[in-house]
């Protein structure tokens, strides 16, 4: 049998109906993941970014906070800041768009806004205001499914994409954060499997669909801009470049969602200012190394697929190859990668059956592209924050589970295909269930800006006596302070600008910074009454951690 012609056989075996087997198998794993998703819900680590999706619902704004710490030249209790993490009778949800518009403006409303709701029926303890995101995560494997239809009128795909979604743990942590990323990915699935409708169907009302998933879209994560622009590529190619029907429908009802968008764009050309300061840390750090930078950006894309918490990368920032793990787990995630991302565009450019493909292909791969780019040409790290590459997942996820598919319905000579399938999707399903496992039993997460800091400072200062904490109340830093205060029972806070000066507090045996650079560490430093004792350093922000004994 010639290649095209065992193409064609493995492609209608494909469309053939899925084994009672295959979904029992795959309704077990998606048990597990609900199990999963669920358990721990209030115990793990609520970090920076989660506890400004608190700030948001409690509708105070960055500057409040900021003049609450600025009004104290003396000393504030740190329980005067959790006011700011839970919601206030007197604001509203009209607060938590201001505080979006006047405090992060990169960040579009829509998650926002449901999870402020959310938090007035469920409450707005971690516990609580995470749950929003599981039950919205549970949505990606309908929709996934979907696509999958969509795109290879495959129901089998559809469930072996299920399969590795149910084990990712990827897809396991952002459902247990209290950030719009599991929304958004369901979002890129809808819009993608909606577009692919309006194509084949050509009707008003799918085209009007698909508006409204793009806005949605749009309203959630700014960077559904380039999903869209991945859109119209695909629309571009499927139409054989030439000016259509289709691609005018794609045209105007794309600038229909964005004329739906402009409020937003004009709230973030206001304060682009906010926004940039917002973000500007992954661009202002970076990887020397050039190949360095591709070599982690494959590890962390393998980290859709299996994930054991081993990057010694605390922080987020602190980024390079010898941080991502032991050698022979980077070494597992890099050839991991390789291989899956090779196999997959050889077999995809020598499809000949299906040319769908080419939309995912363009989803995951142009984001990712402009980003890597971006940091190798201007400098950064944005490529490398996985938040950043969720299109790319989703992407690899659902290609995996065709490619998958593809081998196992090959004619009945080819045995080496069937087993290669087989033992692919039992290596995919087993690491991934070990990751889950593996998160289960971690208190935070190596994704988790500053995790591990936050919670060994809180285990230090709280096993000590008559405490004091020196913090910088500048908005880089206030993220971090906001998640200790969760953490800490009894300690107060100085605020303290790097060059003002501050006479040296008397009344605490125990003096700790999480800075260095300012005056009043210089003055302790000199004086004879106090030991230092580093406990650790970093060379970004915060930068560590220094305790100030007090001599007897």
């Given amino acids: 049998m010639n290649k095209e012609a065992a193409m064609v056989q493995s492609q209608l075996g494909i469309k053939t109906h899925p084994s009672i087997l295959l979904k029992v198998i795959v309704l077990i794993l998606i048990g597990l993941g609900l199990f999963f998703h669920f358990a721990h819900l209030g115990q793990k680590f609520y970090c920076g970014d989660e506890t400004w999706t608190s700030v948001a619902i409690s509708g105070h704004t960055l500057v409040e906070i900021q003049q609450e710490l600025a009004q104290h030249q003396d000393l504030i209790p740190i329980t005067a800041l959790q006011k700011y993490q839970h919601l206030n009778p007197d ?117 009007i669909a698909y508006t409204l998933t793009l806005t949605l879209g749009l309203y959630t994560h700014l960077f559904t801009i380039l999903v869209m622009i991945a859109h119209g590529i695909y629309v571009i190619i499927e139409q054989q470049f030439r000016f259509t029907k289709t691609l005018l429908n794609y045209l105007l009802f794309t600038s229909g969602a964005l004329l739906m968008f402009v409020p937003w764009l004009v709230v973030l050309i206001t304060y682009i200012h906010t926004a940039v300061q917002q973000t500007s840390g992954w661009s202002i750090r970076f990887v020397e190394n050039p190949f360095e930078l591709i070599a982690i950006f494959l590890i962390r894309i393998a980290r859709t697929f ?25 070494i597992f995630a890099l050839v ?40 190798l040409f201007l400098g950064g790290i944005r490529s490398l924050q996985i938040r950043y590459q969720l299109p790319l997942c989703l992407s690899l996820e659902i290609l995996t589970a065709y490619f998958i598919a593809y081998l196992f319905f090959q004619e009945q000579e080819a045995i080496l295909g069937k087993r290669i399938s087989q033992i692919a999707l039992a290596i995919l399903l087993t690491v991934g269930l070990i990751s889950d496992v593996k998160f289960f039993q971690s208190e935070n997460w190596w994704t988790q800006t500053s995790g591990k800091f936050i919670t060994e400072t809180a285990l230090v200062i709280n096993n000590s006596e008559n405490s004091l904490l020196v913090i910088n109340p500048s908005p880089v830093n206030l993220g971090g302070i906001l998640a200790l205060s969760n953490y800490l029972s009894k300690v107060d806070l100085l605020p303290v600008v790097n060059d003002v000066f501050q006479p040296i507090p008397q009344d605490y045996t125990q003096i700790f910074f999480m800075q260095h650079n300012n005056s009043l560490f210089q003055q302790i430093e000199q004086d004879k009454n106090y030991a230092l004792k580093v406990i650790v350093v970093f060379p970004i922000e915060p930068g560590g951690l220094w305790q100030f004994t007090k001599i007897s």
């Fill in 306 to 330: 299996f994930d054991f918490n081993l990057t010694s990368s605390d922080l987020g920032m602190g980024i390079s190859f010898a941080l991502e793990g032991s050698m022979i787990y980077t």
């Fill in 336 to 375: 991991l990668s390789l291989v899956l991302v090779s196999y997959l565009i050889a077999f995809l450019v020598k499809s000949s059956i299906n040319k769908n493909w080419i939309l995912l292909a363009l989803v995951g791969g142009l984001p990712a592209t402009l980003l890597i780019i971006a940091d």
């Fill in 91 to 207: 604001q509203n949800v009209f607060d938590t768009v201001n505080y979006l518009i006047t405090s992060d403006p990169q960040h579009p409303p829509l998650y926002y806004v449901l999870v402020r709701l959310w938090a007035q029926i469920f409450g707005d303890s971690p516990a609580g205001v995470r749950s929003l995101s599981v039950i919205l995560s549970l949505l990606i494997f309908p929709s996934a499914y979907w696509l999958c239809v969509e795109m290879f009128e495959s129901a089998v795909v559809g469930w072996i994409a299920m399969a590795l979604i149910a084990v990712s743990p990827l897809q396991l942590f952002l459902a247990q954060e209290a950030r719009q990323y599991g929304l958004w990915m369901v979002e890129i699935l809808l819009s993608s499997a909606t577009l692919l409708r309006a194509v084949k169907q050509k009707g008003k009302v799918n085209w």
